[in-house]
């Protein structure tokens, strides 16, 4: 019975802990708007280095899907790579920068 009580407790939590991830007002706090995303090349070039190197500790270089979505489409999936590949928030703008300027037009 114990057991049971604990599997519940265990499964209840883990559910707490994994829903606010997902909500899209996080998106909006971590990664630029298109608006607000710099198109200095310097800052392109250092977010190419960073997709290259730490965006790849999973996965190869994502460059097709990046350039068949608008970076609008790219945004959410940008905030949890950016999580995954434990971006500091320089690396963030830098990567959202170079993902802007390859992605869909
Ligand atoms: C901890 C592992 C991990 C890291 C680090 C990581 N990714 Fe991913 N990524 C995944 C997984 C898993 C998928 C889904 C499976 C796949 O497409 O390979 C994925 C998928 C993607 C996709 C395709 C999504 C789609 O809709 O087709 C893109 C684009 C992407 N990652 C970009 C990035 C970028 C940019 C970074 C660096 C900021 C990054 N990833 C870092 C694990 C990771």
Do not use: W
């Not at 499964?11 to 707490?16: D, K, P, R």
């Amino acid at each position: 019975m114990k057991k049971i009580i604990l599997c519940a407790y265990i499964t209840l939590a883990a559910a707490v802990a994994c829903t606010p991830k997902a909500s899209p007002s996080s998106t909006d706090a971590v990664i630029p708007e298109a608006a607000s995303v710099s198109s200095d090349q310097a800052t392109i070039d250092a977010g190419h280095t960073i997709f290259t190197t730490k965006c790849t500790k999973c996965h190869g270089a994502k460059d097709k899907a990046v350039a068949s979505k608008s970076y609008e489409d790219l945004r959410p999936v940008l905030a949890s790579m950016s999580k995954k590949a434990k971006l500091s928030k320089e690396e963030i703008q830098q990567v959202s920068a170079y993902v802007y300027a390859n992605a869909k037009k």
